[in-house]
T-cell receptor, first 114, second 110 residues
């Protein structure tokens, strides 16, 4: 069956450390994968997109990797801050994604302690 | 600034009531989506629309219908609300690749 999985356990780290979140998928062939941030009681906000032919993408303190062999994406936040505390969702589009339909993981909650 | 708005942040309805959730986007996007989000289940697609008057079922359409009479407006309808439809409802539209979400409507059905 098709699955997209993120670690359901919350990730607690100390301020200044690097947070690494994992997204694994099975039986999908995504043309691209996206990461979103969601704060409590609010809608998700787009952060980064990485295509199947890209290994790595960076934006300020954020880095995303995409390994289509392992069927995994890693999301890194370097020099983490308490303001980075939120739930992070990965989402993929199956195939070419012409409709824009995304399949979302359950999300991982990150707590950065000062 | 891109904007997706939803008609209510919080809504309380009774079992059997007909419920309308409205979503408006100001970006001239063609594709719009309705999701529900529940703890442990993540975001699940209810319906999406790729043009005016065009719609397609998502993963969990049972108990819901939608309406898209104008490009900027996408409505979700609960024909007869039930307690298992208590949830956070999120509307989104899609730009080039990324989805833009509204703030969500937390619906409670008593």
């Amino acid at each position: 069956s098709q699955k997209i999985e993120q670690n359901s356990e919350a990730l607690n780290i100390q301020e200044g450390k690097t947070a690494t979140l994992t997204c694994n998928y099975t039986n999908y062939s995504p043309a691209y994968l996206q990461w979103y941030r969601q704060d409590p009681g609010r809608g998700p906000v787009f952060l980064l997109l990485i295509r199947e032919n890209e290994k790595e993408k960076r934006k300020e303190r954020l880095k995303v990797t995409f390994d289509t062999t392992l069927k995994q994406s890693l999301f890194h936040i370097t020099a983490s801050q308490p303001a980075d505390s939120a739930t992070y969702l990965c989402a993929l589009v199956n195939g070419s994604g012409n409709t824009g339909k995304l399949i979302f993981g359950q999300g991982t909650t990150l707590q950065v302690k000062p | 600034d891109v904007k997706v708005t939803q008609s209510s942040r919080y809504l309380v309805k009774r079992t059997g009531e007909k419920v309308f959730l409205e979503c408006v986007q100001d970006m001239d996007h063609e594709n719009m989506f309705w999701y529900r989000q529940d703890p442990g289940l993540g975001l699940r697609l209810i319906y999406f629309s790729y043009d005016v008057k065009m719609k397609e079922k998502g993963d969990i359409p049972e108990g819901y219908s939608v309406s898209r009479e104008k490009k900027e407006r996408f409505s979700l309808i609960l024909e007869s609300a039930s307690t298992n439809q208590t949830s956070m409802y999120l509307c989104a539209s899609i730009g080039l690749f990324e989805q833009f979400f509204g703030p969500g409507t937390r619906l409670t059905v008593l």
